[in-house]
């Protein structure tokens, strides 16, 4: 079982940035790829980013050119660089992961949440 603990989230005015963390702990056998989704008041919740096991990543059109998503090097944290944000990017950050139970089958983890805002 894989237990996320996310941080980074905030308060920011249009045009700053932020940086989410989230770590993974638990027994695992890999982590097959790490995720953030976000869902504003009264809107679906919808990807923003992921990054593979190999490195290879895959963005939301409307961030693209201003989020970064990154592993450490044991690929077991997750972050998220966000700059240039505007008051759209407002939502709760949540991270999403793709692993494989010590068991041996595939499921997922999702963290808690953290609470990005961005207003003047």
């Known amino acids: 079982q894989v237990q996320l603990v996310e941080s980074g989230g905030g308060s920011v005015q249009p045009g700053g940035s932020l940086r989410l963390s989230c770590a993974a702990s638990?027994?695992?056998?890999?982590?097959?790829?790490m995720a953030w989704y976000r869902q504003a008041p009264e809107t679906q919740r919808e990807f923003v980013a992921l990054?593979?096991?190999?490195?290879?990543?895959n963005y939301q059109d409307s961030v693209k050119g201003r989020f970064t998503i990154s592993t450490n090097d044991a690929k077991n944290t997750v972050y998220l660089q966000m700059n240039s944000l505007d008051v759209g990017d407002k939502a709760v950050y949540s991270c999403?992961?793709?692993?494989?139970?010590?068991?041996?089958?595939?499921?997922?983890?999702w963290g808690q949440g953290t609470q990005v805002t961005v207003s003047s």
């Open positions: 999403n992961v793709n692993y494989i139970a010590s068991q041996g089958w595939t499921t997922k983890a």
């Open positions: 638990g027994r695992y056998i890999r982590i097959n790829n």
């Open positions: 990054i593979e096991y190999n490195g290879v990543t």
